[in-house]
């Protein structure tokens, strides 16, 4: 038996007052086990993803298939994912926080031989083995350097979408290797069906591609198989580009940055309405858990907007770090409800392998099941979140400030966030379709590597008022907190870019180059 099913069965079986009740529940259990699957799992991950760019959060952005899958299954309002893309997506896959994979420090560059390490077990390989087929469409960005690391090598059936981290929406190509001057402007096409480069998709539109191709495997799925499908769209990183149609409902938001990313929401909105009508089409939609999820903030040089909450994409503010994200199911046993309850994009793990029916025992993993949390209301199991330890002091040579990265750390503990050293631009800023005033932030933490920061964060989610003079001691307890897992931390891996991966030297494409 598998999520609401199994709990309220068990629930029925401890009221049984009667030997004779008791043998035909049993048997009756028995035959539900026999004929019972695990639920079908369609996971949909956005990149850049403001807090303040759903319609729900703010009306003024038309987002109308998310509003009503939110609505109608479980919003999570304490939800908690990376301030940037690989960090998230190796803690999605593997479960594990990125001091226990080597991940702690920025982003993995296409130049780089960096990867999740090949022993982490993924989630898609732990799905295969109770008998899903697993599919991935979209962005990968969790290391390619060998062969072994693309996704049709760990755990997916198929692939359709790109290795880095970015890229055009219709060239689809990766000019950016690194950020040093020897790696930029490289122009790398970047667009695999499996371990083949797809040579027919320049000229097409990503969200389009990935929602086209996420609606064909639902078409062709065998429905007694259980499913896993993983989306990871492009939508809405930069560059700013959308179908001109899309942006005509935003015409009277006069930021022009704005208005595109505006569009590019709505775009990726009615694709995920497109995927849901697939599900539906084909008879599947009862039988799934759909989950949907931004990868980290979003940014605000591109248009992305986290209104009301502090700071950006790139930093350890809660705008950073507290995402969008609902889960939607008719498996769910207490709907259309808006959770407060603590959850990390970790445990999204152990969550869906015991949907499946599986067993995380032996996997050394960070993440909590949080499946009753989610299905009935429970309290979460999760009462603390280790943002992060980034130990290294390293001002990256890139144009944006974000990614001026330097030694910080962050973690929260029932209502309390302390963050240290440099946790990033900690500015406030309204949306450009509002007539609220920038306030500034109370201090720059780029320019004071030092900081101590103590909020809490239940009673002031905007953070702006540090309170680490007024509660010494509970600064004490959480650099403790710090000092305890940063005992267990593995060394950070950021490996120099090599050469070698230059894409004029693979035919103009990124792959692969280490054999």
Same mark, same amino acid.
């Given at each position: 038996?598998?999520?609401?099913?199994?709990?309220?069965?068990?629930?029925?079986?401890?009221?049984?007052?009667?030997?004779?009740?008791?043998?035909?529940?049993?048997?009756?259990?028995?035959?539900?086990?026999?004929?019972?699957?695990?639920?079908?799992?369609?996971?949909?991950?956005?990149?850049?993803?403001?807090?303040?760019?759903?319609?729900?959060?703010?009306?003024?952005?038309?987002?109308?298939?998310?509003?009503?899958?939110?609505?109608?299954?479980?919003?999570?309002?304490?939800?908690?994912?990376?301030?940037?893309?690989?960090?998230?997506?190796?803690?999605?896959?593997?479960?594990?926080?990125?001091?226990?994979?080597?991940?702690?420090?920025?982003?993995?560059?296409?130049?780089?031989?960096?990867?999740?390490?090949?022993?982490?077990?993924?989630?898609?390989?732990?799905?295969?083995?109770?008998?899903?087929?697993?599919?991935?469409?979209?962005?990968?960005?969790?290391?390619?350097?060998?062969?072994?690391?693309?996704?049709?090598?760990?755990?997916?059936?198929?692939?359709?979408?790109?290795?880095?981290?970015?890229?055009?929406?219709?060239?689809?190509?990766?000019?950016?290797?690194?950020?040093?001057?020897?790696?930029?402007?490289?122009?790398?096409?970047?667009?695999?069906?499996?371990?083949?480069?797809?040579?027919?998709?320049?000229?097409?539109?990503?969200?389009?591609?990935?929602?086209?191709?996420?609606?064909?495997?639902?078409?062709?799925?065998?429905?007694?198989?259980?499913?896993?499908?993983?989306?990871?769209?492009?939508?809405?990183?930069?560059?700013?580009?959308?179908?001109?149609?899309?942006?005509?409902?935003?015409? @009277?938001?006069? %930021?022009?940055?704005?208005?595109?990313?505006? #569009?590019?929401? +709505?775009?990726?909105? =009615?694709?995920?309405? $497109? !995927?849901?009508?697939?599900?539906?089409?084909?008879?599947?939609?009862?039988?799934?858990?759909?989950?949907?999820?931004?990868?980290?903030?979003?940014?605000?040089?591109?248009?992305?907007?986290?209104?009301?909450?502090?700071?950006?994409?790139?930093?350890?503010?809660?705008?950073?770090?507290?995402?969008?994200?609902?889960?939607?199911?008719?498996?769910?046993?207490?709907?259309?409800?808006?959770?407060?309850?603590?959850?990390?994009?970790?445990?999204?793990?152990?969550?869906?392998?015991?949907?499946?029916?599986?067993?995380?025992?032996?996997?050394?993993? @960070?993440?909590? %099941?949080?499946?009753?949390?989610?299905?009935? #209301?429970?309290? +979460?199991?999760?009462? =603390?979140?280790?943002? $992060? !330890?980034?130990?290294?002091?390293?001002?990256?040579?890139?144009?944006?400030?974000?990614?001026?990265?330097?030694?910080?750390?962050?973690?929260?503990?029932?209502?309390?966030?302390?963050?240290?050293?440099?946790?990033?631009?900690?500015?406030?800023?309204?949306?450009?379709?509002?007539?609220?005033?920038?306030?500034?932030?109370?201090?720059?933490?780029?320019?004071?590597?030092?900081?101590?920061?103590?909020?809490?964060?239940?009673?002031?989610?905007?953070?702006?008022?540090?309170?680490?003079?007024?509660?010494?001691?509970?600064?004490?307890?959480?650099?403790?907190?710090?000092?305890?897992?940063?005992?267990?931390?593995?060394?950070?891996?950021?490996?120099?870019?090599?050469?070698?991966?230059?894409?004029?030297?693979?035919?103009?494409?990124?792959?692969?180059?280490?054999?």
């Amino acid at each position: 038996m598998y999520g609401s099913d199994r709990v309220k069965n068990e629930k029925v079986c401890e009221r049984m007052d009667s030997l004779a009740e008791l043998r035909v529940f049993v048997f009756i259990c028995f035959v539900h086990v026999v004929i019972s699957k695990p639920p079908h799992i369609v996971f949909i991950l956005a990149d850049d993803y403001g807090f303040n760019d759903v319609g729900y959060h703010n009306p003024r952005i038309k987002t109308p298939n998310l509003d009503k899958l939110a609505a109608s299954g479980v919003r999570l309002e304490n939800y908690y994912v990376q301030p940037i893309c690989t960090p998230t997506r190796s803690q999605l896959f593997s479960g594990r926080y990125q001091i226990h994979t080597g991940l702690q420090h920025g982003i993995i560059w296409p130049s780089q031989p960096n990867a999740l390490p090949k022993n982490e077990t993924t989630i898609a390989s732990k799905l295969k083995e109770n008998g899903y087929r697993t599919h991935m469409v979209g962005k990968w960005h969790i290391g390619f350097y060998k062969d072994e690391f693309i996704p049709t090598q760990r755990g997916f059936d198929s692939f359709f979408g790109y290795l880095t981290g970015g890229e055009d929406y219709y060239t689809h190509k990766n000019g950016l290797g690194y950020p040093s001057r020897e790696f930029r402007g490289l122009n790398g096409y970047d667009m695999r069906r499996n371990e083949e480069v797809v040579k027919n998709a320049a000229g097409n539109y990503s969200t389009f591609l990935f929602t086209n191709e996420a609606v064909e495997i639902i078409s062709s799925h065998e429905p007694d198989r259980p499913l896993f499908l993983f989306v990871a769209y492009q939508a809405v990183h930069d560059p700013l580009e959308v179908p001109k149609h899309y942006t005509e409902q935003y015409k @009277d938001i006069k %930021n022009s940055a704005r208005r595109t990313y505006a #569009g590019m929401v +709505s775009c990726m909105d =009615e694709g995920v309405g $497109n !995927i849901t009508k697939a599900l539906q089409q084909h008879d599947l939609l009862k039988d799934t858990v759909l989950i949907f999820s931004t990868d980290n903030g979003g940014q605000i040089h591109a248009g992305g907007n986290n209104w009301p909450l502090r700071g950006w994409k790139g930093s350890l503010w809660e705008g950073g770090m507290r995402g969008v994200g609902f889960v939607y199911s008719e498996l769910l046993e207490k709907p259309r409800q808006i959770s407060s309850e603590l959850i990390h994009v970790t445990d999204w793990f152990p969550t869906i392998v015991h949907l499946a029916g599986g067993s995380v025992t032996g996997l050394p993993l @960070d993440g909590y %099941n949080i499946w009753d949390t989610l299905d009935s #209301g429970k309290p +979460s199991p999760r009462k =603390e979140i280790l943002h $992060n !330890i980034d130990p290294i002091d390293s001002y990256w040579d890139f144009p944006s400030d974000d990614y001026h990265h330097c030694r910080q750390a962050a973690i929260r503990v029932g209502d309390w966030k302390l963050l240290t050293g440099c946790p990033g631009n900690g500015s406030w800023i309204p949306p450009a379709e509002s007539y609220f005033p920038t306030k500034p932030a109370v201090v720059n933490a780029l320019d004071n590597i030092n900081s101590t920061f103590l909020f809490n964060i239940r009673e002031d989610p905007e953070e702006r008022n540090e309170l680490s003079s007024v509660f010494p001691e509970m600064v004490s307890f959480l650099m403790k907190k710090l000092a305890e897992y940063n005992a267990t931390a593995v060394p950070v891996r950021y490996p120099n870019p090599d050469p070698a991966s230059k894409p004029k030297l693979h035919g103009n494409v990124w792959s692969p180059w280490v054999h």
